[in-house]
């Protein structure tokens, strides 16, 4: 069979993993996934996947790619990987891209969600999914805050420390909060994200609806570029990462909604 | 200090738990429950549940009630007895409540989720808390269907095989067929359920929205009062008990919306 390139979205719950990238003495996503694709195939496999979400961070939409000479139907290496992971990853879609294909680099944009539960106590159903505020947080100053993002920034400030990124322009064209109940979601949508940028958001929101720190800090650090005006970062397993977007024809329509 | 009686909400997560009343052999919410209570107090309790819930299934607001003579204030053993208790039992809310308030008894109604999520492959954030149809769920003919459970009923179909029960006539008020996504959702509400009662319906929605069953199965099995008119009795995981009510004045509000 002559090569050919797998592209998967695939879905984890990142509480027992040490993030996506595989490591040398903790168990990542990534080594987990090759080992099943390496028993699936007879063959050596790496795959690629579109971001490197950090130890505790969820996924219902990572996007990886993968080339292989198996024989297996594109279509059916989601069925057929999924009867060998663990029930706590499983590959929602699979199908043939062309070779040029790229998870990683031929990313258009991303999608993740940050979720709070913010009551006297914190819950037990909702412990793994959702970061605790003991604070109500007031929603409404939170989605005045989050208007801040729109556009294309310089968000040098919104990198975790250690960052080696030189270009630090990013554009965000969706940041939305919504409550039901105790629930307080954040959706952002952009072309891409620095490394903990999202959790650098959603903590300085949170800071903003609890009342810790004052309105207008996004924007203050986006003209500063300094840190210290945003908020501590939010705790990882609040975050899931939704869907990463590329410039293919969507034949199969959006794998993730 | 004079005996009170304390009532109780409890948020739980099912999944490690042998269910909510205590066991010989396996550890059991009521159980975890009890201990902490008893190192709080220092003394024994023996804490009366509204509902016996079963392995797997879980609950935002299991309602409880115990006596004690310590002097700690009544809405203050929430936060005093989460400090004791294991991450995947929370108390959301406690009071004091009269003498002949009885959690069990002195219920009026309550009300259930059951959560199914239809897709090719099953979920790994969800597999908890979300019952997996391989088959696409009509949710139409499912709510379509629902609709004849309304109303005083005798629901001897609905009991698991070996209760004891004799009255077998039941009030249901609401029963709520809801898609989002992949997401469909049961919300039952009514003056009680037999045993496996919920679980029996979720079965039976869910074979009547997969084609499995044809329409009509609620109707007839509560005219013939026939357990094999019905579907197959749904997976604990998918089930929680939302609310126990109770004719007491709501100073509070209501604890679980």
């Known amino acids: 069979m002559p090569m050919r390139r797998i592209h998967l979205i695939v879905e984890y719950d990142g509480t027992n993993y040490a993030g ?26 790496v795959v690629h996947g579109a971001s490197r979400t950090d130890a505790g961070v969820h996924a219902l939409g990572q996007s990886c790619h993968f080339d292989t000479e198996s024989r297996i139907p594109a279509d059916k290496f ?18 043939e891209v062309p070779p040029d294909f790229h998870a990683r680099f031929s990313t258009v944009g ?4 940050y979720l709070f539960y ?13 970061a605790h505020s003991i604070y109500p947080l007031e929603d409404r100053r939170m989605q005045a805050e989050a208007d801040a993002l729109i556009g294309a920034h310089d968000f040098a400030a919104f990198a975790a420390s250690g960052s080696v990124v030189k270009d630090t322009v990013r554009t965000i064209w969706r940041a939305d ?3 039901s109940g105790h629930d307080v979601k954040l959706i952002v949508e952009g072309s891409g994200f620095l490394y903990n940028m999202v959790r650098i958001i959603a903590g300085t929101l ?11 800090a996004l924007r203050r650090a986006i003209d500063t ?3 210290l005006d945003l908020g501590v970062t939010a705790p990882a397993h609040g975050l899931t990462l939704m869907e990463v977007f590329y410039d293919l024809p969507e034949a199969a329509g959006r794998m993730n909604e």
């Open 118 to 130: 913010d009551d006297r106590h914190a819950g037990a159903l909702n412990r793994f999914t959702h």
């Open 20 to 45: 996506w990238q595989r490591q040398l003495n903790a168990l990542a996503v990534q080594q987990v996934l090759e080992e099943a694709l390496e028993r699936l195939t007879g063959a050596r496999v």
């Open 177 to 179: 909060v919504t409550r």
């Open 225 to 227: 570029g300094d840190r």
């Open 110 to 113: 991303k999608r993740y969600r």
């Open 206 to 216: 949170r800071d903003i609806g609890s009342g810790k720190l004052a309105p207008g």
């Open 78 to 95: 989601s069925y057929a990987v999924n009867t060998l992971l663990p029930p706590d990853i499983r590959v929602r879609a699979s199908r």
